[in-house]
């Protein structure tokens, strides 16, 4: 797949089959994660797969009730192991893992839109408890939950926003930006 279709196909899926997924693909998500950009060159994310029925309920639980989210066959936990960015970059660190991490969070998403998998980026959750299912220690942030699957429902297309809606020149203050001129000498 294109890069241009994984961008305009990806999509939040909140039903997944009862059909399971490679650890061959499972591996090869995460392993896009690595081509993330970090602050330094530091690589702060850390991924869990959880597979246990258990947890996963219990994480569902703790996402606030999303019950979906436990039938996925995976989950992919994404943390941050924040302590060698805040050695280098002091103030600055927690805004870096952030982005980092949906960086991280991103290139996952568009490979399992690639491989013609689903998923959801989960952001609402009670953090401590996922840390107490997990066994992650308190220093570390808990970023976001993706459960992996098959799609098991067409997700209606999304309205974007207009580009001249969002987009400046030069300054933030100027009238949204006029297609067509500006750009080319
Ligand atoms: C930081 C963040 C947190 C999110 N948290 C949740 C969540 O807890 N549950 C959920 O169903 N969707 C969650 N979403 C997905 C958004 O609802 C979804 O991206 C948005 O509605 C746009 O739909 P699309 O991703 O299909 O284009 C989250 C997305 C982001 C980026």
Do not use: H
């Not at 941050?80 to 893992?97: F, L, P, R, V």
């Amino acid at each position: 797949m294109q890069l241009i279709d994984a961008l305009e196909k990806r999509r939040c899926v909140r039903k997944f089959k009862n059909k399971d997924v490679s650890e061959k693909e499972m591996l090869d998500i995460i392993s896009c994660s690595l081509n993330a950009p970090c602050a330094g060159g530091l690589f702060s994310v850390r991924t869990i797969i959880v597979n246990d029925n258990e947890k996963k309920n219990k994480i569902a639980e703790a996402c606030l009730g999303q019950t979906f989210i436990a039938k996925a066959p995976y989950l992919i936990v994404v943390c941050s192991d924040k302590k060698q960015t805040e050695k280098m970059y002091g103030k600055y660190a927690n805004n870096y893992i952030k982005q980092q991490a949906g960086a991280a969070i991103q290139n996952m998403f568009l490979r399992i839109t690639d491989l013609k998998l689903a998923t959801c980026w989960v952001g609402s959750f009670d953090e401590n408890a996922i840390r107490r299912i997990l066994d992650i220690p308190s220093e570390m942030d808990v970023e976001a939950v993706l459960p992996v699957g098959y799609a098991d429902e067409k997700v209606e297309e999304r309205l974007k926003p207009e580009l001249n809606s969002v987009l400046r020149l030069n300054s933030y203050k100027t009238k949204p930006y006029k297609i067509g001129k500006k750009l080319d000498t």
